[in-house]
């Protein structure tokens, strides 16, 4: 939408930069973003008017720009909840830059000013290095969620007690594994969002449905997973309301983002596998999707990716992976023929 019309240009060169964010947040918030982004465009932007100042924005130049982003770069000094006072990453870096370009393409479409990043390169970052579950490590996970560690009571034999969370930690691994769901839409489901008979599950558009950008879309269980799901709701009185969270914490409420993250990484902790997280869950269902012959744009659709570029850094893993595996596995060289 674009307010201006012949000759309106100039009207709106006068507008602060403090008005403008305020204008920008409210837009965004409109067309369904996470509060998690919302959040970070807020910072960057309220960070960025406190070093520049609040100025008209026709006013601001591409040099303002790279100058912001060099001190961001070399002299700002972070101030994190943990003390550490470390330079930004630059995956950190580029988020910034990835913040005012927003900014400043929606003045453009709105206000027909002209965009000062456009020129701009985004700062360059290394891919970071994709972490995936073996299926060894899946199946120590599912083991350690079975059992309570080994008691040895004085002048007793040791035992071990059935977890009272087993058929929920179970069902929420492999649930993770195979739909691939980012931890805010899990966290986001409800009962009636899965479809136990089919597999099917439904990833609401929106805010509610947790999905990255507001953007629903559909993914499915397999029949291991939709049998450990069944178990676990068939065990909770509310287990066939389909207004009720699909998966709940210890206190009976829907799991976050935090909570999630802490479970998950217990169990890993009880397995004794280190860096467990919602997301590795991700990427080993990409890539052995990607292995077991899956297409890269089914794949897309299936991770509710805006575009193929993660999914075309998944497929360079699973080709790498089939190469590595080919060099070991040669028959001409382990005949030495």
């Not at 601001?60 to 994190?80: G, N, V």
């Not at 594994?177 to 990833?203: F, I, P, Y």
Request: proline share 4%; net charge positive; hydrophobic share 35%.
């Amino acid at each position: 939408m674009n307010h201006c019309s012949p000759g309106s240009k100039n009207s709106h060169t006068s507008i602060l930069l403090s008005k403008a964010i305020d204008g920008f947040l409210t837009f965004k918030i409109a067309e369904g973003l996470s509060k998690r982004t919302i959040d970070s465009y807020e910072h960057i932007l309220r960070h960025w008017l406190d070093q520049i100042g609040d100025r008209k924005v026709a006013q601001i130049k591409t040099s303002d720009l790279i100058s912001f982003l060099a001190w961001m770069r070399t002299d700002y000094k972070p101030r994190r909840w943990n003390g550490n006072t470390e330079p930004l990453s630059a995956k950190s870096l580029r988020n910034v830059y990835v913040s005012l370009r927003a900014f400043f393409s929606w003045l453009e479409r709105e206000f027909g000013l002209e965009n000062p990043a456009k020129t701009i390169p985004p700062p360059k970052y290394p891919q970071h290095v994709i972490q995936t579950f073996s299926k060894e490590d899946i199946e120590k996970l599912i083991k350690s969620c079975l059992y309570s560690r080994e008691a040895q009571p004085n002048n007793r034999r040791s035992f071990v007690m059935r977890r009272p969370t087993a058929n929920r930690d179970q069902a929420l691994i492999m649930f993770l594994l195979d739909t691939g769901l980012r931890a805010s839409e899990l966290c986001s489901l409800l009962v009636g969002d899965v479809d136990l008979k089919t597999g099917q599950v439904s990833v609401r558009h929106g805010v509610s449905g947790g999905a990255k950008g507001g953007k629903g879309r559909v993914t499915y269980l397999g029949k291991a997973s939709k049998k450990a799901l069944w178990r676990y709701l068939a065990n909770r009185e509310d287990g066939d309301d389909p207004e009720t969270p699909l998966f709940l914490n210890n206190a009976s409420r829907a799991f976050n983002r935090n909570s999630l993250r802490i479970m998950i990484r217990r169990l890993g902790e009880r397995a004794g596998i280190p860096h467990v997280h919602p997301h590795k869950f991700r990427h080993t269902f990409a890539i052995t999707y990607l292995r077991s012959g899956g297409d890269v744009f089914t794949l897309q659709l299936l991770l509710g990716h805006s575009s193929l570029d993660m999914v075309r850094h998944y497929a360079q893993v699973a080709q790498s992976d089939v190469a590595t595996a080919h060099r070991k596995a040669s028959p001409v060289d382990n005949w030495r023929l």
